[in-house]
């Protein structure tokens, strides 16, 4: 494979069925592809930093709702960062092999609060509670996973359901705070968005820096005139856009991210049930990003065998999380799709590389807080740019089925209306425990509907945009009357890869 950026429309991945897929005309590097190292840390830090505002979030919300000291505060920050570098090295090393990064997830983040609104306090008792509920649910996502269950569903799985699921991915964050909120620094947004679609968009033709490198320079040129703003009294403590250096002083040097580090792990069987939720939710997440990351590639689309190791190795990736006590799980990031999508860098060592940065960022506590100072307008317009990209990538599943075929349109059209207004809903019931008296509140079936088991998993998965939108389309495309032709299956089952097309860890150390 070519590694010098100028052979873009060679993208392979082991084995498949190159010769009748489509490769993606503006891959720079393919997925077996190895730059330079010196490049491929730039290039995995570029990766990494699009993802730092969903990495930060988390903890950040489960700090605020558990009480943690700034002590606590910092190690839960690097203890994300560790996690998700060792995830990420998992998933791309003995995994599906994609090039995905792997990090908190938003779908375990509302069975997480409930957790944590369940038991009270400390920190330490709460976060205990999580480690036991994360560890037991991810360790029936690795059954799932490496039964074959996972795979035998995508027999069922059209580009009518996947393109939906990969849409409502791409729009799930619009009407996030670093995007939403009325009080916002929209020039800083505006200007990140600007610096990242010219570097990307209009100036690749130019300068290969600026095709490799869009989402790096468009952000450290935001950062350093926000840094510029602050430091000359435009922006003021507490203002967006304004960046906060005091974090890089006052924590340790060094952080001790341990295994067990809060203590022992507590298993509740109501906090593990709806902990699963969550999993099952990012479980349907994480199949549209496999999807979307093989189009993006311009490699074939998954095979059975590789979903199968890739949901399984993302529970073990979970099983890490809840023992190294992030009171979250780890699962694959569109941020990072929509960054391939961007800059055409689709090198799995590239990622890797960057997954090393992180592990050795989590362990340092001041280039923690250093990537933790980027101020949420530079943050909400990354968003702007990657999020778009991921719709459209979606979108771009359609080409494969008979829009003329009036059930494809139906389907396609309901799944993605279910997907923003069901969620929508969900958002104003008054939370988890509200939801779940409401339910049992419910004539003659109320005591079933409200028990915890039940009320948590349907107000986690009706909460997630992409798991409601996939299960209508999954429902209406196998049960509306339509031809393998019309749905789609025919012409992706000649671009897809064969089950020996991926060979797992196992397979490659016996060669």
Known sequence: MSTDGNDRGGATVEGGRSGEREAASFVEYGIEDRPPLGESVALGLQHYLTMVGANVAVPLVLIGEMGASDAQAAQLVGTFFVVSGIATLLQTTVGNRYPLVQGASFALLAPALAVVAAVGGPFEVAMRELQGAIIAAALVQVLVGYSGLMGRVKE??????????????????????????????????????????????????????????????????????????????????????YVDLSGTTEVPLLLAVTPFQWGAPQFT????????????????????????????????????????????????????????????????????????????????????????????????????????????????????????????VGLSNLKYVDLDAQRNVFTVGLALFAGLAIPAYFGTVGGIGAFREGMAGVAVIGPVLGAQIVADTVY??????MAVGGIVALLLDNTIPGTREERGLDQWEAISEDDEAFDTALERLRE
């Not at 929209?186 to 679609?197: K, M, P, Q, S, Y």
């Not at 979250?328 to 960054?339: D, K, L, P």
């Not at 986690?460 to 945009?465: A, D, K, L, P």
């Open 269 to 392: 069987g109501a906090f593990v049930v709806g902990m699963f939720a969550g999993i099952v939710a990012s479980m349907i997440e994480s199949y549209g990003d496999y999807f979307a990351v093989a189009r993006l590639a311009g490699v074939g689309a998954p095979s059975k065998k590789r979903v199968d190791h890739g949901i399984g190795m993302e529970g073990i990736g979970n099983v890490v999380a809840g023992i190294m006590g992030t009171g979250n799980g780890s699962t694959s990031y569109s941020e990072n799709i929509g960054a391939i999508g961007i800059t055409g860098v689709a090198s799995r060592f590239v990622v890797q590389v960057g997954a090393v940065v992180m592990i050795v960022v989590g362990f340092v506590g001041p280039i923690g807080q250093l990537i933790v100072s980027i101020p949420s307008p530079i943050v909400g317009g990354l968003f702007v740019a990657m999020f778009g990209q991921i719709a459209a």
């Open 460 to 465: 986690v998965v009706g909460s997630t945009g």
């Open 156 to 241: 069922y799985l059209s580009p009518v359901v996947v393109a939906p699921v990969i849409v409502l991915i791409g729009l799930s964050l619009f009407d996030v705070p670093q995007i939403a909120t009325a009080g916002q620094n929209w020039w800083l947004l505006g200007f990140t968005l600007v610096a990242i679609v010219a570097f990307s968009q209009y100036l690749d033709a130019y300068s290969r820096y600026a095709r490799l490198f869009p989402v790096l320079l468009g952000v450290v040129a935001a950062y350093l005139l926000a840094l510029a703003l602050s430091l000359a009294g435009v922006y003021a403590t507490g203002q967006p856009g």
